[in-house]
């Protein structure tokens, strides 16, 4: 977070205008409009922003990102492959 807003302040980002009003509320049209994204929904998601980030790489290092990265991807592997309690209760049933 350091490095980003160094680079920021560095690189004179513009900062956007406050919002005043509750995001979560926001509908994703409204959000739009007024130039708000999304954090990634998920790790694997998270994986390809940082896999495409100069800045993560050049923070990091060349060996702590690759490192990073791979455990990661083992990580979301492991957890993706996992049955989840909700997925038993929606699908066995069905069976």
């Not at 993560?56 to 989840?84: I, N």
């Amino acid at each position: 977070m350091l490095a980003a807003g160094l680079a920021g302040i560095e690189n004179d980002y513009p900062c956007p205008d406050p919002v005043e009003r509750n995001v979560y509320e926001l509908s994703d049209s409204e959000r739009d409009a007024l130039g708000i994204g999304s954090l990634p929904a998920n790790l694997w998601q998270a994986i390809a922003l940082a896999e495409g980030s100069d800045l993560v790489r050049e923070t990091l290092g060349d060996h702590l990102f690759t490192k990073l990265l791979q455990d990661k991807k083992v990580e979301w592997k492991r957890y993706a492959s996992q049955v989840t309690s909700w997925e038993l209760d929606e699908y066995l049933p069905t069976l």
